[in-house]
Structure formats: structure tokens, C-alpha cells
């Protein structure tokens, strides 16, 4: 897997990295208008463009590594100094980058295409009457796993077989905005919001196995 440098400044061994970011491009980060690093520090860099890499950071703003814990720090910085955060993304031949993903979400469609569930919640979040949302893949279909607006429903008179239609409606929808590999299955409609980590993540791992 490629990665992709997008950091400030950091040197090593006399050798200087700048990136500098230039205006925002829609549904990118930005892009990097000047880079200077030797091949020997990290080559992987310097592969092709719009190939799916992962984005790794290094520089005197990174951290040193988690305190007391060797283990958990060598699990995210590798031998060679570079941070990897998790974030899966490509890079255009105009420097711009677009964020995926996260890698351990990362899902795979029978055909093998690459599938980025925080994509398409993104989408869904944005439908009628929905709060939050997981896409989740069973028996290698998706399936979404949605905690409805309830308060903005019944506000506007809708009743709990109401919103099952309307979801049905927003997967519809939704299946129109996404390619072949990646449709939604069906809905499964959740009566609370989904449990979340301190830093307000959804715990995916305890809804992988969903029925309904």
C-alpha cells in the first residue's frame, strides 16, 4: 500500500521536508504545492498517482509515541519515524487529497472493489430523518444500520411505520447515488443512538453482527 506525506517540516540527516497547502479543492483536504524529500527517506511517496495509499505524517508536530506504552506506539510509528494515521486516501496529479476512510474499516465487495462505509453514511446522514448511521456488510451484502431523527419525525406528524418507509425510500435514494458493488441491501431502523467511544466514535465492532 502506498502512503501519502501530507506535513509541515521536519528534518533528518540534513534533509528538509516542507509542504505547504494551497487552497481547499471540494471534497479534498488541499493539496501540497512544494515537497522536498530524499528517496531514502521514504520512497512509497513517490508512486504513482490515484493509487490508494495511507496517510503518514513525520516531523517535530508528531508525537514521540505513546508514554509507557512501547507497544502501542510501535503499532502506529515504525521504524523509520513515520506516524500512520489510519486514514486511507488518494492523491490527484495536482497534489490535491481525498480522504476514503479509515484502513479497519475498509470493507470488500464480492467482486473485490474496495468499499468505504463512511462514505456512504455520509450520504445516508444526509437523507430525511436520519440521525446516524452504520453500513455494516453481512453474508458479503450491506446493510445499513440507521437511529432515526425521532423527534424531528413526529414532529412533523410521522408515526414509527411512517419511518420505516421513509428509510426504505432513503435507501432508494441512496442505492441511486452509489455504483453496483456497493447498494444497500436493506434497512435496519435502531431505537437508540449507537454506542460511542469517549472521543464520540461509533463502536462499530458491537454492530457487525446485527439481525433484523
Known amino acids: 500500500m502506498r502512503s501519502i506525506t501530507v506535513l509541515s517540516v521536519f528534518k533528518k540527516k540534513s534533509i ?14 488541499g493539496s501540497v504545492i512544494f515537497q522536498k524529500l530524499s528517496q531514502a527517506v521514504h520512497p512509497s511517496i513517490f508512486a504513482a498517482s490515484n493509487i490508494l495509499g495511507e496517510i503518514v505524517c513525520k516531523g517535530p508536530n508528531v508525537m514521540l509515541g505513546y508514554y509507557k506504552n512501547n507497544e ?10 513515520w ?6 486516501a488518494l492523491m ?3 497534489g490535491n487529497i481525498t480522504i476514503k476512510g479509515r484502513s479497519k474499516n475498509l470493507l470488500l465487495s464480492a467482486s473485490g472493489q474496495n468499499i468505504y462505509p463512511e462514505e456512504i453514511e455520509d ?3 444526509n437523507l430525511p430523518y436520519v440521525s446516524e448511521s452504520i453500513i455494516v456488510q453481512q453474508n ?23 419511518i420505516e418507509r421513509v428509510m426504505e425510500e432513503n435507501r432508494v435514494a441512496l442505492n441511486a447515488m452509489l ?7 436493506k434497512m435496519k431502523i435502531y431505537p437508540e443512538e449507537f454506542e460511542k467511544t469517549p472521543k464520540k466514535s461509533i463502536k462499530r465492532y458491537l454492530y457487525q453482527e446485527a439481525k433484523g
Open 16 to 29: 528538509t521536508v516542507y509542504t505547504i497547502f494551497t487552497k481547499i479543492i471540494e471534497l479534498t483536504i
Open 72 to 81: 502501542a506506539t510501535e503499532a502506529v510509528i515504525d521504524k523509520d519515524g
Open 83 to 88: 506516524l500512520h494515521t489510519g486514514d486511507l
Open 92 to 94: 490527484d496529479a495536482e
Open 123 to 125: 450520504k445516508l446522514n
Open 140 to 162: 458479503e451484502k450491506l446493510v445499513g444500520l440507521v437511529y432515526p431523527d425521532f423527534d424531528e419525525a413526529f414532529a412533523h406528524g410521522l408515526k414509527n411505520e411512517d
Open 179 to 185: 455504483p453496483a458493488y456497493s447498494q444497500i441491501l
